[in-house]
């Protein structure tokens, strides 16, 4: 019994493991310390608590639009994983990192973006796939972990630009563009879980244009890396 749990969490775990590894060592131009990046992830992790809590105050309020099918898919998962996963994760990152000394690099908050991501869709993981078995490892490893990740490189390319914006002395511009690396962000992943629950077919086209999109984003962002200064 015991081994089977420790095989399950593992299974779990190593995915967005191994996706922080690979972001880890795309960060040429001066990595970021390890002991900031753990307490990102952990923040990542904790933010659990709030999303859970905020997300069953809302399954409160949706459930009154059970009778319009398509209101409630909408509501459930669209506005619901979008907008509140990815703005609890978006404050737990702003608060943590726009004022941190190491932030002096375009790529650094792709990076912590998609630690914080990473760090919820790990706590994410091992709890469906305790529950549901290792065949939920897989399709997650394949589909729901790489989806966090891409949510995190959006942000985070959002907020590098906005610390660019504020570090030039432009307030106003950056306050707009960390804002629209939130929206950019729970527009992807709400469209991702609408998408996935009630329109399967069109739910893979569109994983495979966003799996493309983010990993040249992520790429060019990587090679671009450049001081904020």
Sequence with gaps: MLQSVVFLISAALAPPVALLLLVYHMDRLEKEPPRLLFGLFLRGAAAMVPILVLEVLADQFIDFFSWNYYAYLFLAYFVVPGFIEEGVKYR???RRIWKEPNFNCYFDAVVYAVF????????????YVLTSGFETAVARAVFAIPGHMMFGV??????AQAKWSQHSAQ???AK?????????AAVLHGLYDFLLVGFGAFFYLYFIFLLVWVLRLLRRSAKEDRPIE
């Design 154 to 159: 959006v942000m985070g390319v959002g907020i």
């Design 176 to 184: 707009q563009l960390r804002r629209r690396a939130f929206l950019a």
């Design 116 to 127: 914080v991501s990473l760090g919820f869709a790990a706590v994410e993981n091992v709890m």
């Design 171 to 173: 307030p106003q511009a």
């Design 92 to 94: 737990v990152l702003l």
